[in-house]
């Protein structure tokens, strides 16, 4: 099912976006899951011209981090803008002092080769002394087709998942469209609502059952997410495990509740994120494991982002997602993507299989980059990047 392209992005809020994109100006457009229509929020610049985008607890705001960060970084967007707003906003946009972000997109996807080598070393550790470790990989594609019919696509073609397009001086432009969840508070019930979302197949796979490399893959999560929340003392309640289709893969997803007194909600996000179902388990030698086997910088790809809004916390892991800036390839403009994708392996995984895995989760953004009558071009060398 996809919803309405007309009704997710409004003509107003992408020229809104596009004013913000020429001008460097901190903006995100987003749609919670299942929702049809989009909020457009931009930091707007102060007297002295500079954008305000630090993250406040009162303000709603929006924020975005990169996988393990040193400090849990957040670069927050308040200043939601109804459709008046925005008119507002386009007439008297103020020259600002924004800055194009200082990170670049890459050139060329990870190679096979490296994912090969990758794969070997984690899977060997894994042999000896069971785990899991996250092993992601990098397709890069230029396009001419325009970033806002990109998004607009994207977000009609995945209803059920947190959708954005942001873009922060700190950490570049990013479109994504995740299915999973990492927190979720509820001020009425005092609930707090997480999902185990890890083991993958294809979603036209003929099979019944599960195997029991995913099975075990996804109740390694499970059972990290629920004990981080008991440590917390709450009162962990485990649904029953579904399954869950985003593009061309299904997923096994298990929803969790905790009850009980929140002292503080930061350090519970900060203790769950980055949960087995993007690093591994134990958390810190896959962690480190990634840094070492990885041939690119992850950047935003599994890190967290969400909103902060009516005092509510609605936090998502940050998948489905790819970094991107303008560029031009043979005299013509258009987009340099970096998509982004993963996946869990265990002692008994297999080289192919998870490779086919990322290669089905980045399927979704890589063909509505490709859509329509764009030109696209894997691993585009001589592609320049535009400021
Ligand atoms: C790490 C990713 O997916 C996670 C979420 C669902 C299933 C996963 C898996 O089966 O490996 C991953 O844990 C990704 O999409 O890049």
């Known amino acids: 099912m996809s919803v309405s392209r007309d009704m997710l992005i409004t003509p107003l809020q992408t020229e809104a976006a ?3 994109l020429r001008r460097n100006i901190p903006f995100v457009l987003y749609a919670m899951p299942g929702q049809d229509t989009c909020r457009f929020m931009a930091s707007l ?3 002295d011209g500079e954008c305000r985008h630090s993250h406040t607890d009162n303000a709603d705001s929006f924020f975005i981090s990169r996988f393990i960060a ?4 957040m670069a927050g967007i308040s200043h939601d803008m109804d459709e008046g707003g925005i008119i507002d906003f386009i007439a008297s946009c103020p020259d600002v002092k924004g800055a194009p972000s200082a990170e670049l997109p890459y050139l060329t996807s990870t190679r096979r080769i490296s994912y090969n080598q990758a794969f070997e070393g984690m899977t060997r550790r894994l042999k000896k002394e069971g785990g899991k470790v996250v092993l992601s990989r990098h397709e890069s594609i230029f396009t001419t087709r325009h970033l806002l019919d990109s ?3 994207y977000f009609s073609s995945s209803p059920s998942t947190f959708r954005y397009l942001t873009y922060t001086p700190e950490t570049g432009i990013w479109l994504g469209a995740t299915p999973e969840l990492l927190l979720e508070t509820d001020p009425h019930s005092g609930e ?3 999902m185990a979302l890890a083991g993958t197949r294809p979603s036209d796979t003929e099979e019944s059952e599960w195997d029991t490399k995913n099975l075990m893959e996804h109740g390694v999560v499970v059972n990290f997410i629920s004990d981080i929340l008991r440590s917390h003392h709450l009162k962990v309640d485990t649904g029953g495990t579904q399954e869950i289709t985003a593009g061309a893969v299904t997923h096994l997803c298990t929803p969790i509740t905790a009850t009980g007194t929140v002292n503080d909600i ?4 900060n203790d769950l994120n980055p949960t087995p179902a993007v690093a591994g388990f134990p958390r810190d030698k896959a962690i480190s494991e990634i840094d070492y086997f990885e041939t690119h910088q992850r950047r935003c790809y599994s890190g967290i982002v969400g909103v902060h809004e009516s005092n509510e ?3 998502f892991v940050n998948l489905r997602c790819a970094f991107t800036a303008r560029a031009t390839l043979d005299g013509a403009e258009g987009w340099l993507f970096n998509i982004y994708a993963g996946g869990g392996l265990m002692p008994d995984s297999r080289l192919d299989d998870e490779w086919d895995e990322t290669d089905r989760k980045m399927s979704a953004l890589r063909s509505t980059l490709s859509s329509s009558s764009s030109a696209v ?3 585009p060398t001589k592609a320049k990047i535009l400021y």
């Open 18 to 20: 596009e004013e913000c």
């Open 45 to 47: 610049p102060n007297s």
């Open 266 to 269: 930061t350090a519970i996000i």
């Open 377 to 379: 071009t894997v691993n």
């Open 151 to 153: 998004a607009l696509d």
């Open 192 to 194: 707090i609502r997480t």
């Open 70 to 73: 040193d400090e849990p970084y």
């Open 313 to 315: 916390w609605h936090v």
